[in-house]
């Protein structure tokens, strides 16, 4: 099971109003995925050469005040630290490297959702309604953003287990579906040098991309190339620091449908979630084919 849904901005109207409408559809997927609920969002980039890092506290409450003043001290020159109750966001001058081996460790109790200059990402086990309720996700303004609710069948229903997973800069990945070679691949990247933080077969997927894009491939090119190397049933929602793309399996067996106007472009496991949106009855829709890219970018 498992739901999708992706929202792409084309006009300041959608921006404006980018987090209420992607809660919209979140909610519209709640039978496909009662167990967990994400969201990727992009917005306020971090300015020049900063990083904006979303934390998540793996016992629930943390002491984030006593964590802004150490990042401070830390890191001279980093943003105020936001929090949303389990979840921060900071940004800091300095690379998302060195962060995450201070975090290691300082703070083996904290979790990096996302590192970038454009991402946060909020997830949680619970209801769509509930979780997009508790981060304030309706008020989000944003250029685009992607969403999951998940019905966990191959790994446990943990916050770290739920989607969107990152495992590079702006980058990130929701899947429907499930892969059979991922233990493998894993091995393989883990050699590339890819660190992993769970079981989940997505957080591979994800994995696979940030090597590909590491080794020089587009992103277009990373897909066509996963359409070799990932075996099993998939449609991928895939979201950089510009766009978002989408991806099915040659056999293409999991649901998912498209839409644009002329303000907006969205993907969804259902057309019920795109049905929400503002002019949805005069967008033009299609099933997206197997084995095919689809990308937009601003």
Known sequence: M???????????????????????????MTERGPDSTGVAVYRDRAPGSMTKITLLSRDGEFDWQGMNDEVSRVFPGSGSLKSAENHAVVTIDAPASRFREWVAGEHPELYINSTGTSMEIYKEKGLPSDVVDRFGVSAMQGTHALGHTRMATESRVTTEHSHPFSTGEDLCLVHN????????????????????????????????????????????????????????FYTFAIGTRDGFAVLRDPIACKPAVMAETGDWVAMASEYRAIAVLPGADQAECWEPEPATVYSWSH
């Open 2 to 28: 498992c739901g999708i849904v992706g929202l792409f901005s084309k006009s300041p109207s959608i921006e404006n109003h980018l987090g209420e409408l992607l809660a919209r559809m979140l909610i519209e």
């Open 177 to 232: 579906g499930s892969l059979s070679n991922h233990n493998r691949l894993r091995e393989f990247l883990v050699k590339q040098g890819l660190d992993f933080y769970t079981d989940n077969d997505s957080e591979v997927a994800a994995g696979y991309l940030t090597w590909r894009l590491r080794e020089g491939m587009s992103l277009d090119e990373a897909l066509q190339a996963a359409l070799l190397d990932l075996d099993g």
